[in-house]
């Protein structure tokens, strides 16, 4: 036996806030002198910081690296108040590439914590959305249900989850359930926290679970969503492997797999995911189907910075 045929996840790839934020750099390189400083990695993609980083775009994870009065993008994952403050103290140049959805969330913590809410944020320790997220507000941090069991919070608090945009659906609601068990009065927000593209790159999965033998998805390590998308399969009992690119492909994972699945995290870039086909072409592939699936018509506007680069860099951050 050998691979027969590839299922190709509908959608997969690039979501809207990845696009924006590759975007923003892109276009500061056309306008502003180099070098371009951006905070932490853009996206979570090593083929895209590697091919921006051969560009005269200098990723860092201070400030403290960026020279005072330089032009500094911050990445898609969002920052703090406490960096924005840095920022304006280094006299930069800021160009926010942070995501509108996690925005969302950012000014969601705010206005509960200004209510007088008790605030527990769902997400991943380390993670840098994670880190911008709590810097807005007093949180509490969960990623398991034992997290949640070692909570201890006063009868009398209202108490309000949010959650990290890139989470597993399945995961979250597990959590959400333990809190609603520890916390009957528990409240949400008015709109789900797991962004758009998280979740129909999670259902594409799914779909897929029942087709293939296992599972290659596309995407960097550091990548949240893209874990997630290997849980996904893994729990529902179809092996499931990320890699950067074809390189990565270890060929005992397709030993006895006839059909093999492909999809790719919402920070990695469809032309990585052509060079995976043609990689199990020539391992003996012959069909290739995509699946249907949920078309995305989401676009997110690029910030003002960028629209009026003379006066944004005259008046400054």
Known sequence: MGIKRVVLAKPRGFCAGVVRAIDIVERALDLFPPPI?????????QYVVENLSKREVIFVDSLAEVPDGGVCVFSA????????????????HVIDATCPLVTKVHLEAVRFAR??????LIGHPGHEEVEGTMGEAPMRLVSSIRDVERLNL???AKVTYITQTTLSLDDVAQIVEALQRKFPSLQSPAKDDICYATQNRQNAVKEMIGLV??????????????QRLCEVSSVAG??????NDEKDINPDWLAGAEVVGVTAGASAPEELVIR????LRAMGATEFDEQPGEDENVHFALPQELLQPTKFLVSGS
């Open 276 to 279: 995976v086909l043609e990689s």
């Open 77 to 92: 994952h969002g920052v703090s108040p406490q960096v924005r403050e840095l920022a304006v103290q280094k006299r930069l």
């Open 213 to 226: 033998d296992i599972i290659l998805v596309v995407g960097s390590q550091n990548s949240s969503n893209s």
């Open 115 to 120: 209510e007088g809410h008790s605030l527990i």
């Open 154 to 156: 006063p009868d009398s």
């Open 37 to 45: 400083y951006v905070f932490h990695e853009i996206v979570h993609n």
């Open 238 to 243: 179809v092996p499931a492997y990320l890699i």
